[in-house]
Structures are given as structure tokens and as C-alpha cells.
């Protein structure tokens, strides 16, 4: 009761949207609390759009909008200049750009931020990178701008971090800050405990005063507290939340356990029958952070979002001093001039030099009409040119992760569950129930037989046990796979690539590009003799082109001088040809029925190119194809445990020499248009077949994409297409049969992986049962077992590759 002169005790009000106090004067919305207008204006268009689930994923999960951002801080954003340095790509009605957005710290503000869509009708998909605290957002630039999206994120409480001059320099070292903070005080108190602990472990606690004896039992109490409630918050929290949606998560035994240990420690301190477990407590908290801190460093040595400087091994064609030069795209200069032929991938931003460009975004917004550029536009990286090759100035130096992502676009994944990942959630499902009945039956046990051993057991089994390392094998084996894939110059897509290699029962090849040598072989011309003129003319339509037979044609050109004249139409249709209009001179190239009308008949020994000028058929480039070294032993070896087979867009010339190589059942099929190879994929599929594709890019990308594992076989690292699953360099297409069997030796890896982490748990949960385990000794353990795991697959896999010469 209150007393005259007492003051009124104010019981404090927390904001419903970010938890702070409301202080003096709340703001009240439908029985709730606001601190400001701001979080009353998110929760009102939250729930104007069904989406106040979020504030069921955490307990007042906003950030505070006191601070509410100025009309005009986003202002700059609608300067086209500063725009197009932060967006990624932009077209009249797709954008896309990252933000960096530090204030994401959990699953409701990745929740929010992948529904932004039904915030605002205009944003048309929105993905959260949490370790990189990065929003992909794609929207509507007619309907939205991009000042208005950072308005809308600053608005809920999510304002994007924008700096133009670091944009993409951004440091890494402060995601595991609060990581590390928790070690430190956790690691500080455990240090401590033990300190105040000696008397106990060295026996002496009878020999002096009780009073020392309580009073440092009361400073473990007080040590512990921050170890419990600040460096062990994640594993209380994230227990927490599941639970709170039904579900049972690995983190529930653990945070399970430091109850436990601090409950049954603060009763024997305050009922005086004993000292408590706070240095378990404290040191079962520390090497937990110690073996999650060593994970995510692991984690991001392993990083399978690849850099592309020694991943990714794209070239480009420079223009340096008026002379073409193929250099890697991460030398790639501001200022610097390039050519981009038909077919190409555009690297990086640039301006339009040439006097026109069609380009190609499909791979960027899944738009497949080509885009038309005039002479001095801003070009964004990501597109493919169509058309006769164009000249570019680069003005952005090439994204790290852009092109990375472009190859990673959800248009190209296959969405397959691995059954591997199905036994994984399976196990992971059930694992925590397991083992909190073993807890609980072994408790009972001591509970009767031996009280001193109850909670030391309990406490051990809830800590020691662990799907981690399980859940390891596969992510890390696949990883160090991919690494030794890289170093022999077959560039896997990701790491789940691997184990779908591991399920093909049938191969098919492309025969051009793939099994011939792009630039080796007899080139001839046969026909009406032709001017310079013509010559100057043909040199110009090929050097656009980047199929096998157009590289072989200009090489064979190579001391002819490229026209000046300029280009007013150019198309190549995969599987014909490319006709081309030169001022008022019409030029087609390709195979007899594409430029003649009909098929001569010709019985030759080589594929060949026809040729007609303005209607007038001249002749034909007669190529004999010289066949990849090593290629009839990769046959024999392959057909032993595959079924091969070949498709081909050319005449069926070279059919007895392809025999020479293949079984004489093995399936040919010779012209095949784009389409038919797309088709004939899909019935092997019906017919049960785990098909892989290995083509050379151009004409196959259908196929390649279709197929459950497609190969791009490339000499030239520019015609890369993002449809494949994984680039071989021409020169290693030999060792493709080596790979092939790693692939199988990494599955043996795997399950070795699995026994590892079930022995592991096994002999872990007995002593743990036993009583002879202490629940410090379980924190060391539980992370030794993921590392153990991780160790064993990345060591194991470098070693047999050695072994077998692949790195």
C-alpha cells in the first residue's frame, strides 16, 4: 500500500513493434502499444497487407522509427548517374539491385523483407543474403523508382546502407563481431569461475572459512548470469521460437541443458548443499561459441558462392592499340574497350559504342525478347548479344558475385530433392526427440541408483549429441569435390551438381565444338573464285560469330582485312546459319538446304559451309573435323558403365569415323535442329534415364538446361551460356571418365562421413549415460565432432585426388 510521500511506482511500456519503452505518453492502435508514429505506421500497413505473421516469428521484432529517415535523405537516388552505379541491371520494366541492410539480425526480418511483394504490388521478388545482410530486390522501374523502394525499406525499419564510394568494397570482418564479443565474456567468466573454483578442485574446500566459501559461490552466480542470458542467448532464443511453432530444434537439448545446469547450480548455492556447475555452465557455453565461431570460419573457406578470379575463368575480347586480345574479365579496366561477338555474355557495365545492339536479358529477367540500344546508351552486364559483334566501354569494373548469381538464376535450377537431403531431414526431424527420452531415461536411472550422477548425465547427453556432423558430410564433401573439379578446368554450377553427377546412367554428346578441336582441322575453299572484296565481306560475318565453323573460317581468313562496310542486318539461326545485309549486299552462310534451297547430295568426307552472295551460291568451306585427343580412350572407358550416345547438327559425313571412336550400337542422329535434341533429351528422361549433356553452349542450351546435368565443352571462355550446369575446357574433356569416378569415390566419402558422425554419437551418448561424462568435456566434444567430419571429407577428397592426378 502506498504511503503519503511515496512515489508511484510506473510499470513500464514496451512498443509492440520494437520492443522499446513508450515512456510517458504510448500511442495506442487496436490494444496495442506504439513508441512513436513510425512503428504505429508499419504495423498498420502490415496488417493493411495479412502480414503481421512476422511479429509471430519473434517478440517485437522491428527496429525502433523514432528516427523516422527525411523526405529527401533518398533524394540522390533519383540522379540516373548514381542510379546506375548501385543497380545491378535496369530495363524500361525490370530492375534489379542489392542492398546492403545491417539492421537484418533474424528470421522475422528475413521473413519481412522476402514478402516486400505484398507490400508494394510493383516489387516483383525480393531475396534475403542473411550472412551478408544483402536484399536482392527486382521491381517495376515505371511503376516504382529506386528512391522509393529505399524509402519503403527505411519505412519498416530495414534503411539500406548506401555508400557510393565503397558500394562493393564492403568489410566482412564485422559479421562475427557479436559473435566474438560472446566468446570474450563468456570465455572472461569461465576463466573466473574456475579461479573462485580452486579450493573445490583441489579438495580444500573444507579447510577454509565458510563465509569465502558462499561469498564465492555468490560471484559464480553472478558470473554466470551474463554467460547464460548474453553469450548463451541464441541457443535460449532459437529453442524458443521453435517451440513456439511445434517444432523441436536441435538447439532445444542444449539450451535445455544450461537451464538445467544453472537452475540445479543457483539451488545447491542458496539451499548451502553445494557449489553449483557454473564452471561447466561457463565452460560448456564458451567451447560451444569456440567450435561455432571455428564452423562459420570453415563455412566461409568453403564458400560455395565462388569468386569468379579463381572460379570463373570467363574471357573477353580487348581492343588494344586497334589489335583483339583474349584476357581474363577480372582485368577488366574502367575505360577499357572491348567486342562482344553474337552469342556473348556483356561482363560488365558499359557504353554502347557501335552504332546499334540487340541484347538478349532472358538470363537476367527471363524476358526473351531482345532489347534494341542505340550508339552512346548505358549497357548493364548480364545480357547476351544477338547480332553482329559490337564494341563497348567499360565503365564498371566486373561484379564479383553479379555473373556468379546470373549462373545461379532460379530460371536455371533444377528443383530436385537430393536423397540424401530427404534422409537428412528426416534423421535431423527425429534426432532431438531421441535424444531428450535418452536424457530422460537416464535421469531416471541415476535419479534411483545414483543421485550424484543424475544431472551430470543429463546435462552430458542433452550436450554431446549432435546431427551436425551428418549434416556436414554431403555440403563438404561436394565443396572439396568442386575445388579439385576447378583446379582440372571443369567448373561445376554448385556443389549439389556433384551429387547429381553421381545418379547418370546415360551421356550424350554434341559432335561439333565438343569432340572436334575448334581451331585444328583442314579448312578449304571449293567454288567460283572470290574477290577481295568478298573475302573482306565474309572475314567481317564470321568474326561475329563464335561457332566452331566461324572461328575456323576467320582463322582461315586471317590475312584478309575486314570490311569497313557496316552491317544492316545479322542473324544466325542455330542449326542453319547466319545471313547477314551489308549496305545493299545480302551474304548467307551455312548448310546447303539454308543457303541453295535444296541438298546437292555431295558425299563429302568433312562438314562443310556454304556460301551465296546476293542470291549467287559461290562455293563451300570444306572442313575436316580433327577429333580431341584421347578421345577413343575416354569412349572405351565410358561405355563400360554408360550408355553413350550422339546427336549432331551436321550431315551424317563422318559417321564411319565417328564409329571408329563409339560402339557400333551406339545411337547417331545427325541435323538435328535445337529443338529435336531438346525433345530427344525429354524421352530419355520418360524412359527413366539420368541424362548428362555435353554440348558446346550454342545450339544445345535447351538441351543442356533439360538435361538432369549439362556440360558446356568450350576452348573459347567467352561463349559462356548460364543454362549449363557446369564448364570443360576442351583441351580436358579426356579426363572426363577420371571425374566421372571421383564422383563415385566422393559418395563412398559421404557415407564414411555418416558412420563417422553416427559413432561419434554413439560413443558420445554411452559415456554420457554412464555419468562419466562431465558436461564441459560433452561442450568440447560436440563441436570436435562436426569438426572431425569437415576434416575428414576435405582432407580425404584432396588426398585421392592426388592420388588418381587430378590436382
Request: net charge neutral; with cysteine; charged share 25%.
Amino acid at each position: 500500500m502506498l504511503t503519503e510521500g511515496s512515489e508511484k511506482v510506473q510499470e513500464k511500456t514496451i512498443c509492440y513493434h520494437c520492443g522499446d519503452d513508450c515512456e510517458e505518453t504510448p500511442i495506442q492502435f487496436e490494444d496495442r502499444s506504439f513508441c512513436c508514429h513510425g512503428c504505429k505506421t508499419v504495423y498498420e500497413i502490415l496488417n493493411e497487407n495479412d502480414l503481421c505473421n512476422y511479429y509471430d516469428l519473434e517478440k517485437n521484432p522491428g527496429s525502433s522509427l523514432r528516427d523516422k529517415p527525411d523526405s529527401d535523405e533518398y533524394a540522390f537516388l533519383d540522379n540516373n548517374e548514381i542510379r546506375n552505379k548501385l543497380v545491378d541491371f535496369a530495363s524500361d520494366t525490370v530492375c534489379k539491385v542489392t542492398f546492403q541492410i545491417p539492421k537484418i539480425h533474424c528470421s522475422s526480418c528475413i521473413w519481412l523483407l522476402e514478402n516486400l511483394t505484398r507490400l508494394n504490388e510493383h516489387i516483383n521478388a525480393s531475396q534475403v543474403n542473411f550472412v551478408k545482410k544483402e536484399a536482392n530486390i527486382t521491381f517495376d522501374p515505371g511503376k516504382i523508382s529506386l528512391r522509393q523502394v529505399a524509402e519503403l525499406l527505411a519505412l519498416i525499419g530495414y534503411a539500406p546502407n548506401i555508400s557510393l564510394e565503397s558500394y562493393d568494397k564492403r568489410d566482412a570482418k564485422n559479421s562475427n563481431r557479436s559473435l566474438l564479443i560472446k566468446i570474450g565474456i563468456a570465455g572472461f567468466c569461465f576463466g573466473n569461475i574456475m579461479l573462485f573454483s580452486f579450493p573445490e578442485y583441489l579438495g580444500f574446500e573444507e579447510s577454509y572459512d565458510l563465509d569465502f566459501q558462499r561469498f564465492f559461490s555468490y560471484l559464480n552466480i553472478v558470473l554466470a548470469l551474463p554467460v547464460f542470458f548474453y553469450s548463451g542467448s541464441d541457443y535460449l532464443v532459437s529453442a524458443y521460437k521453435g517451440l513456439r511453432r511445434k517444432f523441436i530444434n536441435i538447439d532445444v537439448p542444449i539450451a535445455l541443458g544450461m537451464v538445467v545446469l544453472l537452475a540445479r547450480s543457483i539451488y545447491e548455492v542458496f539451499s548451502e548443499v553445494g557449489t553449483g556447475y557454473f564452471d561447466s555452465l561457463a565452460g560448456l557455453v564458451f567451447f560451444l561459441l569456440i567450435g561455432k565461431w571455428f564452423q562459420s570460419k570453415t563455412y566461409e573457406n568453403m564458400s560455395f558462392e565462388r569468386d569468379y578470379k579463381a572460379y570463373f575463368p570467363l574471357a573477353i575480347t580487348k581492343i588494344i592499340g586497334g589489335k583483339r586480345k583474349n584476357v581474363p574479365i577480372n582485368e577488366l579496366k574502367e575505360d577499357d574497350e572491348i567486342m562482344v561477338r553474337n552469342g556473348e555474355i556483356i561482363p560488365a557495365d558499359s557504353i554502347l559504342i557501335s552504332e546499334r545492339s540487340n541484347i538478349d536479358y532472358s538470363f537476367v529477367t527471363g524476358e526473351a525478347n531482345p532489347v534494341t540500344k542505340a550508339g552512346g546508351e548505358y549497357i548493364f552486364a548480364g545480357g547476351r548479344q544477338v547480332g553482329e559483334s559490337i564494341r563497348l566501354l567499360v565503365k564498371k569494373e566486373v561484379s564479383q558475385s553479379y555473373l556468379t548469381r546470373l549462373w545461379n538464376n532460379e530460371i536455371f535450377n533444377k528443383q530436385e530433392i537430393s536423397m540424401t537431403k530427404r534422409l537428412i531431414d528426416v534423421i535431423s526431424q527425429y534426432f532431438t526427440i531421441v535424444i531428450l527420452a535418452i536424457a530422460a531415461i537416464s535421469g531416471i536411472y541415476w535419479a534411483i541408483y545414483d543421485p550424484s550422477k543424475m544431472w551430470l548425465a543429463v546435462t552430458a547427453v542433452l550436450i554431446v549429441a549432435c546431427p551436425c556432423a551428418l549434416a556436414l558430410a554431403v555440403p563438404f564433401t561436394s565443396g572439396s569435390v568442386q575445388r579439385v573439379f576447378g583446379k582440372l578446368h571443369c567448373y561445376l554450377r554448385g556443389s549439389d551438381i556433384v551429387e547429381q553427377m553421381m545418379h547418370i546412367d546415360a551421356i550424350v554428346f554434341d559432335k561439333t565444338g565438343t569432340l572436334t578441336e575448334i581451331r585444328d582441322g583442314q579448312v578449304e575453299y571449293v567454288g567460283k573464285p572470290l574477290s577481295q572484296e568478298e573475302k573482306m565481306l565474309l572475314k567481317k560475318i564470321v568474326s561475329s560469330s563464335i561457332h566452331p565453323f566461324s572461328t575456323k573460317i576467320t582463322d582461315y581468313l586471317s590475312q584478309t582485312k575486314e570490311s569497313k562496310r557496316v552491317f544492316k542486318r545479322f542473324e544466325e539461326i542455330p542449326g542453319k546459319g547466319i545471313e547477314a545485309v551489308i549496305e545493299n549486299t545480302r551474304v548467307k552462310l551455312g548448310s546447303s538446304k539454308f543457303v541453295t534451297g535444296d541438298d546437292p547430295g555431295l558425299n563429302f568426307l568433312a562438314s562443310y559451309v556454304f556460301i551465296s552472295i546476293d542470291d549467287d551460291v559461290k562455293g563451300y568451306f570444306q572442313m575436316k573435323s580433327k577429333y580431341k585427343e584421347g578421345l577413343k580412350q575416354l569412349i572405351d572407358k565410358l561405355k563400360e558403365k554408360y550408355t553413350l550416345m550422339l546427336l549432331s547438327g551436321d550431315n551424317a559425313s563422318e559417321k564411319n569415323t565417328l564409329l571408329k571412336f563409339f560402339p557400333a550400337n551406339t545411337t547417331m542422329l545427325f541435323e538435328q535442329k535445337p529443338a529435336d535434341k531438346l525433345e530427344f533429351i525429354k524421352r530419355l528422361q520418360k524412359d527413366g534415364k539420368k541424362v548428362m549433356m555435353l554440348g558446346d553452349g550454342l545450339n544445345d542450351a535447351g538441351a543442356l538446361k533439360q538435361s538432369d546435368v549439362g556440360i558446356a565443352v568450350t576452348e573459347d571462355t567467352t561463349s559462356f551460356t548460364p543454362a549449363c550446369d557446369a564448364i570443360l575446357e576442351g583441351s580436358k574433356l579426356n579426363r572426363l571418365f577420371d571425374l566421372l569416378s571421383f564422383i563415385g569415390i566422393s559418395r563412398k566419402i559421404v557415407i564414411a562421413g555418416f558412420i563417422i558422425s553416427f559413432l561419434y554419437n554413439v560413443i558420445g551418448l554411452s559415456f554420457a549415460v554412464s555419468g562419466n561424462l562431465t558436461p564441459v568435456l560433452a561442450a568440447i566434444l560436440m563441436p570436435l565432432s562436426s569438426i572431425s567430419v569437415v576434416a575428414f571429407a576435405t582432407l580425404t577428397v584432396n588426398h585421392l585426388a592426388k592420388r588418381r592426378k587430378l590436382i
